[in-house]
Each structure stands twice: as C-alpha cells, then as structure tokens.
C-alpha cells in the first residue's frame, strides 16, 4: 500500500480564500505530482516535480502554485479560491526510470468553493 | 496532442461473467501504459503496468495487453465480483514528457450478484 497523504480530505470555503493543499510521501521518491479531476471527466496533470526545489507547470492551465522545498512534500497553494476551482485534486509520486515506474497515488481532497 | 479514449464508457455485468475494457490512444510514441482502478470519493489504485516494449501483463484475475503500433490496450478481467466495482482508468506516459501520464475519461463498471 502507497505511503502517500493529503491534507484535508474536504474542503468548504468561501470565495477569496487562500487555501493550501497539503501532499506527503514517505517513500522517498523523487517525482511528485498533482492533478485536477472534475466528477466524470478525466484526470488533468497541473503541476510536477522531478526533485527538490524543481516544479513545472503540467498540461492544465492552473491558478495555483507548488513549492518543492523537501523531498516528502509538495503543498499546493490557491491564493483567491474562486468558484470554478471547485473540484478534486490527486496527489501522486513516483520514482525510478519512466518506463517503468508507477505513480502512487494519495486519497485525493474534494474542494468546494462557494 | 496525445489522446485517450476508453470504450465503454460504463458497464453493467453478472458475477461471475469476464470481461473486456478497451483503452485506445493517438500517439505510439509512449514509455509505458498503466490501467488504475477508482473507487467513488478514493484516490487511484494501480493494477498493472506495461512497458512499450511488452504485450502484455498479468495480475490475478487481471490481464492487460498493448499493441503499440495500433495505439490499443486492453484489460482483461476473469471471473468478475461484485468487489470489482469502480472506474478502471487508462493513461499512457509519453515520451519526451517525463512521466506525465494523460488519462481517459475511465469504464465505470458494476458487477451485480
């Protein structure tokens, strides 16, 4: 079984709001990874990590921000929630050579912005 | 752009019954595919991965093949239960994008007793 978090599991918070997106690993890996899922659409990847103080932007235009500063964590940070960021966000890791590596991933936080 | 499509969108059984989950994507240029299971308001549980360079994979009751050159994958479930249940999700990881994975939009399946 994964060794990965996310802090909160639910969210309900009111439009302005800056929130973090808290996502731990304890495996060690170095990749981490966060996706947005709208209910019954598919998974979007937003942002990436291939290691410490390295984030890049993924495939999804998103209004949030990463920070790298530690191997086992990677929090993702709305400054304003708005509405339309209402949706689930995954968390996931991996590590070893790309053919072959799995990502892991963590129960997921379901955010609703009112 | 790589694309993914899985076919059905969802799917109704008897226990007990196999079967077939299809998966195809748009571009070959992949390092690996990797079918993961959601159950509702969970995260992603990886069943099986294959790399470019194999056919297939097997896991228990599972079976996964990739024919590459045609941009498919299939997932093979044996002897379906009721525990079955949930989404099953296909994403490929294209080369010359790290391990980004794009993803399907997923089979919700439902074994019924």
């Known amino acids: 079984e994964a060794d990965i978090y996310q802090t909160p599991r639910y969210l309900v918070i009111g439009t302005g709001k800056k929130i973090t997106l808290e996502c731990s690993q304890t495996m060690g890996h170095d990749k981490m990874y966060w996706y947005q899922q709208d209910p019954g659409m598919e998974l979007h990847l937003i942002h990436y990590s291939y290691g410490v103080n390295s984030t890049e932007k993924g495939d999804l235009s998103s209004e949030s921000t990463v920070s790298r500063i530690r191997t086992e964590h990677f929090p993702l940070t709305l400054e304003s929630a708005r509405p339309s960021h209402t949706s689930q966000y995954l968390c996931?890791?991996?590590?070893?050579?790309?053919?072959?590596?799995?990502?892991?991933f963590g129960p997921g936080t379901r955010l609703l912005v009112l | 752009k790589q694309e993914v499509t899985q076919i059905p969108a969802a799917l109704s059984v008897p226990e007990g019954e196999n079967l077939v989950l299809n998966c195809s994507f748009t571009?070959?240029?992949?390092?690996?595919l990797q079918w993961f299971r959601q159950d509702p308001g969970k995260g992603l549980t990886s069943l099986l991965l294959i790399q470019s360079s194999q056919r297939e994979q097997t896991s228990g009751r599972l079976n996964a093949s990739l024919d590459k050159s045609s941009g498919r994958s299939t997932l093979y479930i044996a002897a379906s239960q009721p525990g079955d249940s949930a989404t099953y999700l296909c994403?490929?990881?294209?080369?010359?994008?790290?391990?980004?994975?794009?993803f399907g939009t997923g089979t919700q399946l439902k074994v019924e007793l």
């Open positions: 994403a490929v990881s294209n080369t010359g994008g790290g391990n980004k994975l794009t």
């Open positions: 996931a890791s991996s590590a070893g050579q790309f053919f072959q590596e799995t990502q892991y």
């Open positions: 571009d070959s240029a992949i390092y690996n």
